[in-house]
């Protein structure tokens, strides 16, 4: 049997995966979310129970914290037995293979090699802001697979049992398992009029798939929980990736961006295009206006639906093997090489050399100044990290913003800022550390100049002050 040649094909479909693969290879993780979801794994794992209230502050210790994200907490604690190295590579892999389907997703809707590949990168491009590893990460690969499966639904009808699953697991991953219910309702407006009995089985199928969104510890209290996070307006004016989407970062001007091209394509076509894509690509963009981190559905949505608007004439299949395979051969190998030279493991075992806002120094300062179960206010970007390092240390507030309430934040601003009862806030709420950032905690020069607190220790990143 005669070995078939690489084609230029193969170096289309090569791109999708090899290059999210070198770009988060080449990019170092971010411990705001990372390192407290890890802390709790690793609990769950020597305690046998997922955690039902806090332990990790001292302003919200006791109260309920419903721990929906378990699931994706248990895989990376199991990942981290590996250390930080397996952890950036879980990433990587985990991108890839999230635009590897979006390809094959691509593919599938009729587009030739090039253009689904060229989508597919178009949409790594527009997620790259919100591919940081946290737990929603773990469902986008589930979220592309979703997407292939409702596209090969005439081909495969039976896999669309898998979707069940699917959402049966993303309920106990991440909040977002409503998601695939839009993508199955919106292929039903594809079908009406068409094949009923395709129909009926998308019904039946996204009927089981609502029920499967309680197969998890909190059975119903997830969808309380996701419309809760979705509508809490301190996460909102909290967190910069749950503010609405605008044209002053980076993920708003390739977020904007898209749209237009996308816009521009569908104006220029001399055809008309089917009000059920329409209806895909305008849900998923609007989707986004209000809440950044909601990019991802956008970058994985808008690639298929376009695949399918762009669909490959028969004369695209006769550029299969086009090209020099020598060449072909190549560019894969350099690109794969590069991976390879991109591996965390070359660079040591140093979390530095692997994270981000992960202040060691400042960490091991606060643990060797500060008994157990000190209060400790900390910036909140650091605050994972503490509770990752310190474990046995409280901090003041965390990534969790919806376990705290108002008045927290506000304390927490008096502060950050600093405010006029700065002082009343550190003596009301018994602080033991204050934990500065240099970068805008403008509290640093008031606590030098305060007769009641030390510095036990200065670097760069910032500064431990202890009560005296």
Request: glycine letters at 6%.
């Amino acid at each position: 049997m005669r070995r078939r040649r690489p084609g230029i094909d193969d170096v289309w479909a090569s791109l999708p995966v090899l290059i999210p693969v070198i770009v988060c290879l080449a990019s170092k993780l971010v411990a705001i979310d990372l390192a407290y979801h890890i802390r709790a794994g690793t609990d769950m794992l020597s305690s046998h129970a997922i955690p039902s209230t806090d332990t990790y502050s001292f302003t919200a210790f006791g109260s309920r914290w419903v721990d929906q994200q378990w699931g994706a907490q248990l895989l990376l604690a199991l990942l981290y037995k590996g250390g930080w190295g397996t952890i950036a590579v879980a990433r990587a892999a985990l991108v890839g293979a999230t635009f590897g389907i979006t390809y094959a997703a691509a593919r599938a809707q009729g587009a030739a090699a090039r253009t689904a590949s060229l989508l597919a990168i178009g949409g790594f491009i527009v997620a790259l802001p919100a591919l940081a590893l946290r737990p929603q990460l773990f469902v986008l690969p589930l979220f592309a697979t979703v997407m292939l499966l409702l596209i090969r639904r005439h081909r495969s009808p039976r896999a669309l049992w898998w979707l069940p699953v699917i959402v049966a697991v993303w309920s106990n991953l991440h909040g977002s398992f409503f998601i695939p219910l839009v993508a199955i309702a919106l292929t039903v407006l594809w079908e009406l009029g068409k094949d009923r009995a395709m129909l009926r089985r998308l019904v039946v199928v996204g009927t089981v798939c609502a029920l499967a969104t309680v197969c998890n510890p909190f059975g119903f209290g997830v969808w309380t929980y996701a419309w809760n996070i979705a509508t809490d307006p301190v996460i909102r004016q909290t967190v910069t990736e749950w503010a609405p989407m605008d044209v002053a970062s980076f993920a708003g001007i390739v977020f904007f961006a898209s749209g237009l091209v996308v816009a521009g394509i569908l104006a220029r076509r001399d055809r008309a295009v089917d009000w059920v894509d329409l209806a895909w690509l305008g849900l998923f963009f609007a989707v986004t206006l209000p809440a950044r981190r909601s990019v991802v559905w956008w970058a994985l949505a808008f690639p298929p639906v376009m695949a399918g608007i762009f669909a490959s004439r028969p004369r695209d299949a006769e550029r299969a093997d086009e090209g020099s395979p020598a060449l072909n051969v190549a560019v894969i190998g350099v690109l794969t090489l590069a991976a390879v030279a991109l591996l965390p493991w070359w660079r040591g075992t140093d979390p530095r050399s692997t994270l981000l806002e992960a202040p060691v120094d400042l960490a091991a300062a606060t643990r060797s100044a500060a008994p157990a179960g000190a209060h400790v206010a900390v910036s909140q970007p650091w605050a994972s990290w503490f509770e990752f390092a310190n474990p046995d240390q409280l901090v003041m507030v965390d990534p969790r913003i919806e376990v705290f309430p108002q008045a927290v934040w506000d304390d927490y601003a008096q502060l950050r800022g600093p405010g006029p009862s700065w002082r009343s806030v550190l003596d009301d709420r018994q602080i033991n550390v204050v934990v500065a950032d240099n970068r805008d905690w403008d509290l640093i020069p008031l606590l030098e100049a305060d007769a009641g607190w030390r510095v036990a220790y200065r670097d760069a990143e910032g500064v431990v002050f202890v009560r005296r």
